[in-house]
């Protein structure tokens, strides 16, 4: 797909959505955060997904009931990356 100029893929995934059914809310930065992941391919899911574990568990030590739907954010999102 050519379109101004640009010659890679192209990836759409509606964070909206996501982050409303996982997190209560829209904070997009989740959903959006695992895309980036997937499409660059920098490093495994399992990995990925690893790691975020351990960074929410320190970021949210005090509000541990956010842990789950950010994790569950990342992982539909992981799955609901479509190419176009």
């Known amino acids: 797909m050519l379109w101004l ?3 890679g893929d192209i ?3 509606d964070a909206r959505k996501i982050s409303l059914e996982t997190l209560g809310k829209y904070f997009p ?9 997937k499409v660059s391919k920098i490093m495994s899911e ?3 997904l690893k790691d975020m574990t351990h960074s ?4 949210f030590a005090k509000k541990p009931e956010v842990i789950e739907g950010n ?3 990342l992982e ?3 799955k609901e990356i479509h190419k176009i």
């Open 29 to 37: 930065n989740t959903p959006m955060l695992a895309a980036i992941v």
């Open 56 to 59: 929410f568990e320190h970021k």
């Open 11 to 13: 990836y759409t995934i």
């Open 5 to 7: 100029g640009y010659s």
């Open 71 to 73: 994790m569950k954010a």
């Open 76 to 78: 539909m999102s992981l």
């Open 46 to 48: 399992e990995e990925f």
